[in-house]
């Protein structure tokens, strides 16, 4: 299971410090050309259907003190795995999702540690079945089930600003109290989906195994920077062996003391001063 928060989608940069317009539309695209019973709409945590225009709004004036600069809308991506794709029942994939979704929601609003359940939040979510090249724009092959959740940066109430890209973890002193653990959220994920499917999950497959491997590729790659700049640095201030026991010492030291001098420039040089010469001393004596 992955799930990942951004303002990005297939390309479409959305300015999450202005309105949701381009974002809310843009998940439409998949409703493009379909009849109203055939159009799959956006579902909140207590409707199934919500029109673009109500999201809009909604999500647009839920911004009580809150600044120009400040984000008012954060993009959660809900991605299962292939395999994980496969274990949930054909033709109930939507179904599943959309009650993953609410129950994730849960755990989205728990973590910020202020007593607060999904119900408390403003969301609006998005079901989609394909996934598309980003050259052809044409939809990829194989099950590509997944949701968009656009989440309002307030509460319902406007009491709490919500952000789960902040760094505070659990902080209980200074302006900010609880804050957001994004790898616990992760983890958090895949506990729901094996919960709710009955999945058994392979060691490898696990958050906390994929996070500690990564965190050693990194280290490797570290590791591996470090020694390659020490070995660069060392070949750059490496001096020759200057002992005089070495038959090459004198040599090197006067190369040092004076650098080699381009013989044939300087031979063209004096050359060039001889006649410069001879052809003053004619001028002189006509």
Known sequence: MNVSFGSTVFGTKADNKGSCMKLAFYLEKENEGKGENEKRHFFSHSSDKVSVEEVIKSIDTNKRKLGKKDSKYFLLNISPSQKELRFISKGQEEKFLMAYTRNLMNKYAENFRKGLQG??????????????????????????????????????????????????????????????????????????????????RKVEDTFNFQNEARKQRVADWLENKRDAEAKEKEAVTKTP??????????????????????????????????????????DIGR
């Open 119 to 200: 119900e408390d939040l403003m969301y609006f979510a998005k079901f989609e079945e394909n996934r598309y090249d980003k050259k052809t724009k044409e939809p990829k092959p194989g099950l590509n089930y997944h949701v968009h959740v656009i989440i309002s940066r307030r509460d319902l109430q406007q009491r709490y600003k919500l952000s789960p890209e902040t760094n505070h973890i659990n902080s209980k002193k200074g302006v900010i109290k609880g804050g957001f653990n994004r790898n616990n959220f992760r983890q958090a994920s895949q506990g729901l989906f094996d919960q709710m499917t009955g999945y058994s």
């Open 241 to 282: 062996d200057l002992n005089n026991s070495s038959p090459e010492a004198p040599s090197m030291l006067w190369n040092l003391l004076l650098p080699t001098i381009n013989q044939d420039s300087f031979y063209e040089f004096d050359e060039e001063e001889m006649i410069r010469k001879k052809k003053k001393k004619r």
